[in-house]
């Protein structure tokens, strides 16, 4: 693939002015599917669900198979519009968009056109510096998802090329919000850091909802990027391109700034900018054309004749909105304060998509500073190790239980990794690994003065260095009596006895 | 004045995913024009304060509660594709993109 | 009883339950029928393979004690538009040929349930789109009446089937008039219940808002005694109307019984007895009407004015629904894969398996309605005709405060020529012009026999239309004219079918 020419990013702004829009789409978590009884595996704790086994005949769009809506996905739906600021539509309509795809089952997609269930809304977003932007809300709206396709044969896995690909439409169907933005404008150098922290704030508030996992790395949460350029003083929006497959907060954030960039090498070489569908490429950092946009895409959506109206009470809607947690930002700033972290720290959790799990844990009970070290340190670490989401290694309960042994001084910091790793293989709660594994710190004297003992028979001399006053000689004591104990003994008692033993000896 | 035409036809063929030979795009250029022709009448009622009806009986609220029903099999799922590998269904390459 | 196959299914159902016959005995007397008869009408495109046993179980389940419904042991023809898991499905198109679904339709469900014996499944018009069943996928099926003529359509083999005592009774399905009018070519009983009286799950779709499943038959009891097990609610269709319906079977027969209709008000549609219809309809029609009179009924001229555009926004609803409705069957995951030499695409599989599956009729419907709906278009077309949906529905609504009932023949003309319309699609839609605003509207109709046409000797329908929600009023008035009509011939004109071999 030859690579673009890219403009310098702040000479790109200098000549032109980035305005970006974002569609972010909202796998939800109830049992069933949107509209068919099937169970839905954006629900369920497991990764891999084997190939078509979560249909109805609706999901693969057997003839005379029709769609009952999920009155929960309705109510979801409802609190999430709710969350954005959105004014809830009195009456909604399902509508056809219509299209042939193999991952589609019937070929077309229910979802909504002019009668969205929520629109007109605006979200409060923090960036890096605390500021605030209120990112416009133009609808958000309830469809069905696509299923799966295996791309076979080719070099690459993808489309071109292929000699066959394989469909599995367990995904077919599952209830999808897709919430559309405004355009955006205004945000001039931080556009591609706008769009991380939005994101990142609507991943919270479903969260927060209960209403998705928000899984990004499960496509449980998936965002295109619209981005396009003007030149300064110009009134009309440049065209814009749209930019799929940005699979990460940074993946956003690193794909606005690439368009930005190439885009203005096009318009400043006198160019014009196609409007397209694009594909963000996380390893090479670039975006790839898609098909063009032309009137092969024409959708010719009409109102779902199988479906009937949503017609959201006044009761109803008020009975959610009464439902409704915090605001993303209130609760970020409420949570910053109450746990003391410095801004660096806090946005770091945000950025590494950890807030609710350290939320969560310091719920819990777990003293919060103790909650930030294990899921931004080692569970952080083992979960890049392994190419999986922290969120997935352990519970709040887990490492409540775990602190707990470390308060109680039952494990040092190096044994509670070792126990930590054990947890997240499976071997069981932290009480019971250091019972089946005999990790305890030993704290019991006996057994410690023997080890010292030991130890200072290979080395005699360190007891008059530290009578001279050169207590760092302990240091070599210490290391010889964890070696011989594998690491279990309590590191400062071991001190206190060669201190002691020292003085006991003059 | 409706006037459908052969590149008209095509293109309607292609939205339907129909290879429709010369000589039926040919056939249907015609009757399409005839047809057309005859159903514009109702543009003379369907005025501005008439609001359409998708609906003949009207429902609202039709929902299911958020419980697990009746599944197909892979088996009985895959029981009617021309080519499978038996957990996934077959198609050979695809020329467009996912939307 | 000589042959039990000369009765009607209430009649059947009466001698089982007094034990004169077993379910096995009236089974199999129509599987020979069948079997006699299918060489030259071509009504069936698939056959049961278990006819026997169903009844056989039907029989011992009644001998201890059970009865399942009104119908129990009596056999039933289903229209091929019906998923059944123990028969070949095809809604009459090649692009389903030897297709079997893994699920039942409610209906086939509910039917099963009844102990009711299926018999096999209906040739129709493919995909439901025609009124002659000559663009059925595999064959055409004959009116018993002439052997020359159309048996109507799209439900052309359900009406021959019923009338030529193939089956006591049988489903169908109605979209534009796909019941109503073969019964009036065939000499046959028909009834398009109100919209989402009868559950779709299962009904192989042709155009959502219109289509609905009814019943066949030769006398209104029986139609009224199936309508009763196949109606209700269904939460797999979320169209289906919640609210329980009354008896059929009740009405129909409170009907009968009736000896004058005085105070029952009827209205005829000035716009559905006009232009088109034969001479020959016409005076049928109007001795029906005479009759209604004489007995004491209020006959009512009404001006529906937007019927007159019914035709038009059929033709552009229904087909931009089936293009959609359609879409699904693309080679990939059931039916038929055609593919093209060389390396051929999926987009160019379907492409050529789309082509060749479908017949003309449908192809040129999927084309009007994708245009229908295309961008630019959509307001001119589409919504256009769903506006007039609106306005019928209201001329509709005027009337019925006036009438308790209109009517208007059930097809403009008898049964045309077998050949006669195929070239012309214009003229074969247009056979629909009484039929299609009933369905636009939602609202019930039925079709009875009103007299052979004095110019050909070929049966005429009667058609009966009542509001939404109340079938029962046409079971009620459709059994007093039936006794009337039959009263005045001397005979009941769907129990004398001339023999076809």
């Not at chain 1, 933005?181 to 939005?198: Q, S």
């Not at chain 3, 004169?20 to 393979?49: C, D, N, P």
């Not at chain 3, 052997?147 to 030529?164: D, F, H, K």
């Amino acid at each position: 693939m030859a690579s673009a020419d890219l403009m310098d990013f702040d000479k790109a702004l200098e000549l032109f002015e980035p305005v970006v829009g974002f569609e972010v789409h909202v796998e939800l978590s109830t049992q069933t599917k949107m509209f068919s009884s099937a169970p839905n595996p954006a629900a369920m704790e497991a990764a891999g669900v084997d190939p078509n086994t979560c249909l109805t005949p609706l999901c693969i769009g057997l003839p005379g198979s029709l769609p009952v809506v999920n009155g929960t996905a309705v109510e979801y739906s409802i609190s999430l519009g709710l969350a954005l600021g959105c004014d809830i539509a009195p009456v909604s309509r399902f509508a056809r968009k219509n299209y042939f795809y193999p991952d589609l089952g019937k070929n077309y997609q229910i979802s909504q056109y002019d009668e969205p269930i929520a629109f007109e809304g605006s979200v409060a977003v923090e960036l890096d510096d605390g500021s605030l932007v209120d990112v416009p809300i133009e609808r958000a709206h309830m469809e069905e998802d696509a299923g799966k396709l295996t791309h076979v044969g080719g070099a690459t896995g993808r489309i071109q090329g292929a000699e066959y690909s394989l469909v599995d439409y367990n995904r077919a169907g599952v209830p999808l919000v897709e919430i559309v933005t405004k355009p955006i404008e205004g945000l001039e150098h931080r556009v591609g850091e706008l769009g991380r922290a939005y994101v990142s704030t609507v991943r919270d508030m479903v969260r927060a909802l209960g209403i998705s996992h928000a899984r990004m790395e499960r496509g449980n949460l998936r965002c295109d990027a619209n981005v396009s350029l003007r030149p300064r003083g110009q009134k009309e929006y440049g065209t814009r391109t749209e930019t799929k497959n940005v699979n990460s907060f940074r993946s956003i954030e690193r794909a606005v700034r690439y368009e930005v960039q190439r885009q203005a090498a096009i318009l400043a070489a006198g160019g014009s900018i196609t409007q397209e569908t694009r594909h963000w490429h996380e390893d090479t950092g670039v975006t790839s054309p898609g098909r063009p946009k032309s009137d092969a895409d024409d959708y010719r959506y009409f109102p779902e004749p199988d479906l009937l109206p949503v017609e959201a009470s006044s009761e109803l809607v008020e009975s959610l909105r009464a439902a409704l947690p915090e605001q993303p930002v209130e609760m970020r700033r409420r949570l910053k304060g109450n746990w003391k972290f410095s801004d660096v720290d806090f946005q770091a959790i945000v950025n590494a998509g950890l807030l609710p799990e350290v939320h969560a844990t310091i719920e819990a009970g777990v003293d919060p500073a103790a909650a930030r070290k294990w899921w931004m340190g080692e569970l952080s670490r083992i979960a890049n190790d392994r190419g999986v989401e922290p969120g997935s290694l352990a519970t709040p309960e887990g490492i409540k239980g775990l602190q707990h042994l470390i308060d109680q001084g039952r494990l040092n910091d190096k044994l509670a990794r070792t126990v930590l790793l054990a947890m997240v293989d499976g071997e069981g709660s932290p009480e019971e690994i250091v019972a089946a594994r005999g990790l305890e710190v030993v704290s019991d004297d006996g057994a410690l003065i023997a080890a010292i003992d030991e130890a200072l028979a290979a080395d005699p001399g360190v007891l008059d260095k530290i009578r001279e006053g050169k207590v760092q000689a302990a240091g070599a004591i210490i290391g010889a009596v964890m070696k011989a104990m594998r690491g279990s003994a309590d590191a400062a008692r071991v001190r206190e006895l060669i201190i002691e033993r020292a003085h006991q000896s003059s | 004045m409706s006037q459908i035409t052969p590149e008209d036809v095509s293109h309607l063929a292609g939205l339907a995913r129909i290879a429709l030979s010369e000589e039926e795009i040919s056939k249907l250029t015609g009757e399409l024009g005839a047809i057309v022709s005859a159903v514009e009448s109702i543009k003379e009622v369907a005025t501005q304060d008439v609001v359409p009806t998708s609906h003949p009986i009207p429902l609202g609220n039709v929902f299911r509660e958020d419980v697990i029903g009746e599944t197909l099999t892979t088996q009985e799922a895959l029981s009617g594709a021309p080519d499978h590998d038996g957990s996934r269904f077959r198609v050979t390459a695809i020329l467009g993109e996912e939307q | 009883m000589s042959d039990i196959t000369h009765v009607s299914a209430a009649e059947i159902a009466r001698s089982l339950a007094q034990g004169e016959i077993s379910s096995v005995e009236v089974t199999t007397a129509y599987l020979a029928r069948m079997e006699a008869t299918e060489g030259v009408l071509g009504s069936f495109l698939a056959r049961s393979s278990n006819a026997l046993e169903v009844a056989a179980a039907s029989d011992q389940a009644r001998s201890r004690g059970e009865t399942p419904s009104a119908l129990a042991g009596v056999p039933i023809a289903i229209k091929d538009v019906l998923c059944t898991t123990d028969m070949v499905t095809t809604a009459g198109s090649r692009i389903l040929e030897g297709w079997i679904p893994p699920y039942d339709a409610t209906v086939v469900t509910k039917l099963r349930q009844a102990g009711m014996v299926a018999l096999g499944k209906t040739n129709m018009d493919e995909f439901a789109m025609g009124s002659s069943t000559e663009h059925s996928g595999y064959h055409v099926t004959k009116n018993p009446w002439d052997i020359t003529r159309a048996p109507g359509g799209s439900g052309g083999g359900s009406a021959a089937a019923v009338a030529a005592r193939q089956a006591p009774v049988a489903i169908g399905s109605d979209t534009g008039g796909s019941i109503r009018q073969p019964a009036a070519f065939t000499g046959t009983v028909g009834v398009k219940p109100t919209y989402g009286g009868v559950s779709r799950y299962g009904v192989i779709a042709l155009a959502s808002s219109l289509d609905q499943v009814g019943p066949v038959s030769r006398t209104v009891e029986d139609a009224a005694l199936l309508h009763d097990v196949i109606a209700g609610h269904d939460p797999h269709d979320s169209t289906s109307i919640p609210t329980p319906w009354p008896s059929m079977a009740d009405a129909a027969r409170k009907g009968s019984q009736a000896e004058s209709l005085a105070g029952v008000r009827v209205g005829i549609v000035k716009q559905l007895v006009g232009e088109g219809i034969s001479p020959a309809v016409k005076q049928r029609f109007d001795q029906a009407v005479d009759l209604i009179s004489a007995h004491g009924g209020e006959v009512v001229e009404i001006d529906a004015p937007h019927c007159e555009y019914a035709v038009a926004a059929y033709y552009l609803v229904l087909p931009a629904e089936a293009s959609s409705n359609l879409a699904k069957f693309d080679s990939v995951r059931f039916g038929l894969r055609v593919t093209p030499e060389g390396n051929p695409t999926v987009e160019d599989v379907m492409s050529a398996t789309r082509d060749q599956g479908f017949g003309d009729e449908v192809k040129r419907r999927i084309i009007l309605g994708t245009y229908a709906l295309s961008a630019g278009y959509y307001d001119a077309y589409y919504g256009s005709a769903q506006k007039v949906r609106t306005l019928i529905q209201r001329d509709f609504a005027q009337a019925f405060e006036k009438v308790d009932v209109l009517l208007s023949p059930a097809a403009p003309t008898s049964a045309f020529p077998l050949g006669e319309k195929l070239e012309d699609p214009l003229a074969m839609w247009a056979g629909d012009l009484t039929t299609i605003p009933v369905n636009l509207a939602g609202i019930p109709g039925m079709s009875i026999p009103m007299g052979l046409a004095k110019d050909d000797g070929l049966p005429t329908g009667l058609q009966l239309m009542a509001p939404a929600y109340q079938d029962a009023r046409l079971y009620e008035l459709g059994a007093t004219l039936e006794r009337l009509i039959t009263d005045r011939d001397g005979v009941m004109l769907s129990m004398t079918t001339p023999e076809v071999i």
